[in-house]
């Protein structure tokens, strides 16, 4: 233990130390790169304000799909409370809408993710930032921030795991997605309150400065009382460029480009779904012919064997005012028949263009107990064991609308065991799950 | 470089000109106080945030209040503490190996295909790895095999755009060289 080693370390110290500081992530001098910056983060920050708040509403949108209002069993959150506030009654038109904003929700959310990165790379040196907290006001935005961040991680991960079918998150995906949805807004809310103005004021500037170079100085000068614009993001001593920040954006722009070519074509039956190559649901179809379109959950999955579908075992029961009717395959088919087009849109995302079903009108079904004039709601059940949605309700506005039909036909020939035969639920505008495979039992009455 | 430190210099300058400084200190008291709290507006804001998280938020842990926490606190760790610092250290390293052959303008050369290529990786982990292949087929109907090989495929197309760019620059540049070496001393 000499006292060797430290001689001749004192004179050096101040120098030993500032190396030494900028070796710590606190130190403002230890991000390097130059394309951190107020303009870089602004961009990125503006295309997100756009893009999570419509994430935000599809999500909205979604939740009102599912008709959570009306039966506990589409209910997968009941304890929501007024986060339920909005609900309304799902319209069942234009026959596509779930389809327009579920895809635009998981395409864009997937879309999205490049800018996320590069958003959170271009603000980590604040992490970092000392002290801890300024004021009360400070420490409370930057708890806030692990909210944000965290939220938007906890979305992002829990949406691209679900579309992928990789349950691997503690619980259900509803409950989860939907709560963590608000914690997640209620930290954006803030957050874009907060710095929405200043990003907007630097985005200005960046083109003021684009336009007139020689009055950049100018533009400086309207930046006072901006403090919290971002300035201290701008490396104190930064590498040499390896790209202008112009190029980064650019690339970034590439990177969701090509998420989204690789994704979009998921929501198209034909060519354009072969072009989603990496996306669950892209690629090819499952099947050829009129029963080759995508199929949410097989009938092995389900675990529907031949023997309960089968001819002379399988029975619709239909109950209502008037009692109970069981009706086989065949009574059916001598019902009035009629055909909608009518897409299959799943929540993960992905749908298909629109199939030609045949069936029986779901308000028929319901004049044949006792429902002539009035169609009320359904609780239809599956003969499915398991699965989160072997039973679902319809709204009285769904089962009235002449295209939603107890679908026995799709495009000209018998449904396939993995569409549903014998018989489905085919709704215009709800989601994929509502649409019942397997039917078993369809109960009307005001649930 | 000298103008991003200049404008450094003028973000830093321009956010609390002098005259503000010594204004400040003259009215210290209650100014301190205001600046232990912070701006009132910036609190009754982050205040109305955290109720609605708070109400959110106690639903969102009902079930697994643990699992729930640790998901969504270690996002936010696993993404700023071992996802960026693991990208930024590869990065840099790859600039730097530019930088010693001397071509440190090529790095993007391989930084965008590569970037892009473990972007998708990222993305669709799950089906590229196959660790949910067995779900994938039985539920879909549709084979689950393919996507390992679909993105190895576009990795190299990305990384043979990139070469085929790299290559095309390089004989332009060599042309206008050549032809600038070919020109009479006259046209100089």
Redesign the interface.
Same mark, same amino acid.
């Given at each position: 233990m000499g006292r060797g080693p430290c001689q001749g370390l004192f004179p050096a110290y101040g120098r030993a130390m500032r190396d030494h500081a900028s070796r710590l992530p606190t130190s403002p001098g230890f991000w390097r790169s130059?394309l951190r910056?107020?303009g870089f983060t602004s961009v990125l920050g503006l295309v997100l304000l756009v893009g999570i708040t419509v994430l935000f509403l599809t999500g909205l949108l979604s939740y009102a799909a599912y008709n959570p209002g009306l039966s506990p069993v589409n209910d997968k959150?009941p304890?929501?409370?007024?986060?339920g506030f909005y609900l309304f009654d799902w319209p069942t038109g234009p026959h596509w809408l779930y389809r327009l904003t579920q895809g635009v929700h998981v395409t864009l959310g997937?879309t999205l &993710?490049?800018v996320l990165?590069a958003k959170?790379?271009s603000v +980590?040196p604040k992490?970092f930032a000392l002290p801890p907290a300024?004021?009360?006001?400070?420490a #409370?935005?930057r708890l806030?921030l #692990?909210?944000l961040?965290?939220?938007a991680?906890?979305e992002f991960?829990t949406g691209? #795991?679900n579309v992928?079918?990789?349950y691997l998150?503690?619980?259900s995906f509803y409950?989860?997605h939907f709560?963590?949805a608000?914690?997640f807004?209620?930290?954006f809310?803030?957050h874009a309150?907060?710095k929405t103005p200043a990003a907007v004021r630097n985005v200005r500037r960046m083109r003021e400065e684009r336009e007139a170079p020689a009055r950049g100085?100018e533009g400086?000068?309207e930046?006072?009382g901006?403090?919290e614009?971002g300035?201290e993001l &701008?490396?104190?001593r930064?590498?040499?460029?390896? +790209?202008s920040r112009r190029?980064a954006l650019w690339?970034v722009g590439?990177?969701s480009l090509?998420?989204f070519g690789?994704t979009a074509g998921r929501s198209f039956d034909g060519p354009l779904r072969r072009t989603a190559? #990496?996306?669950?649901?892209g690629?090819?179809d499952?099947?050829s012919g009129p029963n080759g379109f995508? &199929?949410?959950?097989?009938a092995?999955?389900a675990g529907i064997g031949a023997a309960e579908t089968d001819e002379d075992a399988w029975r619709l029961v239909v109950t209502g005012r008037t009692g109970t009717v069981r009706l086989g395959r065949s009574e059916l088919l001598q019902l009035p028949s009629h055909s909608a087009a009518l897409p299959i849109a799943c929540v993960e995302g992905w749908s298909t263009s629109d199939q030609w079903w045949r069936g029986v009108r779901l308000r028929d079904l319901a004049a044949l107990v006792g429902f002539d004039a009035d169609p009320p709601d359904v609780f239809v059940e599956s003969l499915q064991r398991h699965g989160a949605f072997r039973h679902a309700a319809l709204r009285a506005n769904q089962v009235a609308d002449p295209r939603s039909l107890l679908a026995l036909a799709v495009n000209g020939e018998d449904l396939s065991p993995?569409h549903g035969y014998p018989a489905r639920i085919v709704v215009p505008a709800a989601p994929g799950v509502l649409n019942t495979k397997w039917v078993a039992r369809m109960t009307f009455g005001d649930l | 470089m000298r103008t991003l430190l200049s404008r450094a210099r003028t973000w830093r300058a321009t956010t609390r000109p002098a005259r503000t400084r010594r204004a400040e200190k003259r009215r210290a008291g209650p100014r301190r106080a205001a600046a232990v709290v912070g701006s009132p507006l910036q609190l009754l804001l982050l205040a109305c945030s955290f109720a609605l998280a708070g109400y959110a938020g106690v639903r969102l842990l009902a079930d697994d209040r643990f699992g729930v926490a640790l998901w969504f606190v270690g996002a936010a760790v696993l993404h700023d503490l071992v996802l960026l610092p693991l990208y930024a250290v590869v990065d840099r390293g790859v600039v730097r190996a530019f930088g010693a052959a001397g071509h440190r303008e090529r790095t993007m050369y391989v930084r965008v295909p590569a970037a892009l290529s473990a972007l998708l990786l990222l993305v669709w982990f799950p089906l590229i790895s196959g660790q949910v292949d067995r779900r994938y087929r039985m539920a879909t109907g549709l084979p689950a095999d393919g996507f390992l090989a679909r993105w190895l495929l576009i990795t190299a197309v990305l990384f043979a755009g990139s070469a085929l760019l790299f290559v095309l620059r390089l004989l332009r540049v060599l042309r206008l060289r050549r032809a600038t070496k070919d020109r009479p001393p006259v046209v100089h």
């Open positions: 130059p910056g107020p959150t304890d929501k409370g007024i986060l997937v &993710i490049p990165l959170l790379w +980590v992490l300024r004021s009360l006001a400070h #409370l935005e806030s #692990l909210l961040v965290g939220g991680l906890f991960v691209v #795991l992928q079918l990789d998150f503690p619980g409950p989860l709560y963590g608000w914690v807004f209620a930290a809310l803030a309150a907060l100085l400086a000068e930046m006072d901006a403090e614009a300035g &701008i490396s104190p930064p590498d040499p460029a390896s +790209v190029g690339f590439g990177g090509l998420l690789t190559v #990496l996306a669950p649901h690629g090819a499952p099947g995508q &199929i949410n959950k097989t092995a999955y993995d | -």
